[in-house]
């Protein structure tokens, strides 16, 4: 029987070329995209799942307020970790990252330098590390690679950038001007790993995170507690522990507030906040929502959702058009029916063949859908940041989600068909040559099409908006010249000739200004607490508040095309080592009326001016 409702099936394709071909390509192009949204949400939930101990290690993050800027991100002071393993034995241990800014690193042979490269991902972590990381290592230890301040963790695709074929263990490999002899080479980080490095050097030496040991307000280190196993899988446990931070914080930050000129029990009377909670890392991700975090790669669960239901409607649109194009020849087919069950076949039979039809198509959809996504995955991975292979329709069970899609397409397609042209009336149809079509059948038929136009209508809706909004990001006038400029990055190489370059490059003709500046609005700059001024004349001044700032000379100004609402700029002709530039927000924040002649009290004044120098930029505006 099923041989028979196969040849039917195939000869009702044959004969039906057009009909057939708008079916199936309809049916393919919507399981093609399902099936490519389908690889992106698998890619995306199977972030960060590979560790060994991954149910086991949380991140730290802070929940803070100063003078009324949150914060709250995946960040921490250097002593957290030690601190929080010291007074809290449901912390077996932890481990912290920073990200090292770009550096050049070249490779010393027979007492010349070459191979150099601007290297940007270069992270400092703990000698523990990789042994709760367990990233694969091609080689060495992870327990030993990491113990000394000068040794460096290579990925292999480094390994063969610096050296080649040769063995790279025991290699040295210059960052700047320091030698650091490589330990261990990794495999290469894989795509679904939140931390992308292709460095590794121990955080001891690291001069920054050192110096500021002593912190619990520099919050420039990542840090992550391997829990005890039965508490990491007890929720309410890790809100019990979660509740004894508090106390811990104040017993070990006073130090620090009162360095900063804020005693800590004043700053928490004033509103502030300082309060550290936990995060499963499998969940940093996609579920870090407004948690700032230092991974460039993160996603938002709301987007897995999104997408996941769109796919649900293009998949119920493609099956919603089958379903009309079938109803659309239904005259045609009731008369074949009435024909079959004049010759005594049974409804039930007949529904199985339209079913098997659907099927067949369905079949054929999946082939083609299967090609489509062969061609469109690279430009799929382009514009999402993938890397997913099309081998991986075929890993850890997608292949049966893509056997289960087919069917249930095949059979969700032609239900209504099958159900409906078999209700006919066999004397109906072959007399008056026409369907009379009964209340029920003809809502579900509009409500079909009502469908269709909807859902079509609500995605080009969506795209327009999304259209919009990008353009509006794009074309929003940032206040400053942004067309014809340049930025030349790690400026501080220059080290005293910065100046003289910038001459040098200010007689190019088609250079009109130049500038240097620590960083260019629009990126992060330096956070850090400041104490505004108090003035009997203003109301409501903050007492302390959290600004981003970031050093510049007297030509960034004109370079940027930046206007000035009050004041003036920098100047040679004037003593401006203290004098500062607020922008109208960081004003309407402090609630000054005039700020023009105030002061604004940088408690780390000698320690910024320490660090300003590694973000040098050369800052060039050219003619049109």
């Known amino acids: 029987m099923l041989q028979n409702y196969l ?70 002071p250097p002593p957290a970790g030690k601190t929080l393993m010291a007074e809290f034995p449901e912390i077996e241990t932890y481990t912290r990252t920073f990200q090292i800014m770009d550096l050049v690193v ?38 030993t690679c990491l113990q000394n301040t000068d040794d460096v963790v290579i990925t292999e695709t480094m390994a063969k950038k610096y050296f080649g074929d040769s063995d790279p263990i025991n290699q040295v ?79 070990h930050a006073q130090y620090a507030f009162n360095r900063i000129g804020q005693p800590y029990d004043e700053f928490i009377k004033k509103g502030g906040k300082w309060e550290f909670f936990l995060q499963p890392f499998q969940d940093v991700h996609l579920h870090s929502g407004k ?22 409607f293009i998949i119920l649109l493609a099956c919603v058009n089958f379903m009309n194009l079938s109803t659309a020849r239904s005259l ?12 005594g076949s049974f409804q039930n039979s007949l529904i199985k063949q339209f079913l098997a039809e659907s099927l067949l198509y369905s079949f054929l959809a999946t082939v083609l859908a299967l090609v489509i996504i062969s061609a469109a995955l690279p430009w799929f991975n382009k514009i999402s940041g993938k890397t997913i292979a099309f081998n991986a329709l075929f890993d850890h069970g997608f292949g049966f989600f893509i056997v289960l899609l087919m069917l249930t397409t095949g059979v969700l397609a032609g239900s209504y068909p099958a159900f409906y042209l078999t209700s006919f009336k066999p004397i109906e149809v072959l007399k008056t040559n ?51 400029v340049i930025v030349i990055p790690n400026a501080q190489r220059l080290d005293q000739s910065q100046e003289a370059f910038r001459q040098e490059i200010a007689r190019i003709p088609d250079i009109i200004h130049t500038s240097i500046s620590t960083n260019v609005p629009l990126s992060a700059g330096f956070g850090d607490f400041y104490l505004p001024e108090q003035h009997t004349g203003d109301k409501q001044i903050a007492k302390d508040l959290t600004l981003f700032s970031f050093m510049t000379d007297d030509a960034f100004i004109k370079t940027l095309d930046i206007k000035l609402t009050k004041g ?47 973000d040098d930029l050369k800052v060039l505006r050219f003619k049109e």
């Not at 990491?232 to 017993?251: D, G, S, T």
């Not at 579900?444 to 990001?473: H, K």
């Open 106 to 143: 070249s490779h010393e042979q027979n007492g010349k330098k070459d191979h150099f490269f601007d290297e940007k991902n270069i992270m400092a972590v703990d000698s523990n590390f990789l042994e709760i990381f367990d990233f694969s290592l091609q080689k060495s230890n992870a327990a």
């Open 568 to 614: 003036r700029n920098f100047s040679k002709e004037f003593s401006d080592s203290t004098s500062v530039i607020l922008n109208e927000a960081a004003v309407k924040k402090i609630g000054w009326k005039d700020p023009v002649g105030k002061y604004i009290y940088l408690t780390h004044r000698g320690l910024q001016n320490q660090f300003w120098s590694f």
């Open 7 to 76: 040849k039917i099936a195939i000869r009702n394709l044959v004969n039906n070329k057009v009909f057939s071909f708008i079916n199936i390509a309809g049916l393919a192009v919507g399981m093609a995209v399902c099936l490519l949204i389908v690889l992106f949400i698998k890619d995306e939930l199977r972030f960060d799942t590979f560790f060994r101990k991954t149910p086991q290690i949380y991140q730290v993050n802070i929940d803070g307020n100063f003078g009324g800027s949150e914060l709250l991100g995946g960040y921490t």
């Open 434 to 484: 026409s369907i009379k079509t009964g209340i029920a059948h003809l809502l579900v038929r509009n409500g079909l099409v009502v469908f269709q136009f909807a859902v079509s209508t609500a995605l080009i809706i969506c795209t327009i908006v999304v259209f919009q909004q990008l353009s509006f990001t794009q074309n929003k006038d940032l206040g400053l010249t942004k067309e014809n």
């Open 332 to 343: 045609k087919w009731a008369k074949e029916v009435g024909v079959r069950k004049t010759l």
């Open 173 to 251: 490999l210059l960052f700047g001007e320091r030698p650091r002899k490589v330990t261990a080479v990794l495999k290469d980080i894989p795509s679904q790993s939140s931390m992308q490095f292709d460095f590794l050097v121990p955080i001891r030496s690291v001069k920054f995170v050192s110096y500021f040991d002593w912190s619990w307000v520099w919050l420039n280190v990542s840090t992550f507690a391997v829990l005890n196993d039965k508490i990491a899988q007890n929720p309410e446990r890790i809100r019990q522990l979660e509740a004894k931070f508090p106390a811990m914080i104040r017993k």
């Open 291 to 312: 948690l700032s975090v230092f991974y460039e790669n993160t996603g938002d669960i709301r987007q897995v959702y999104m997408f996941g239901i769109v796919a649900i």
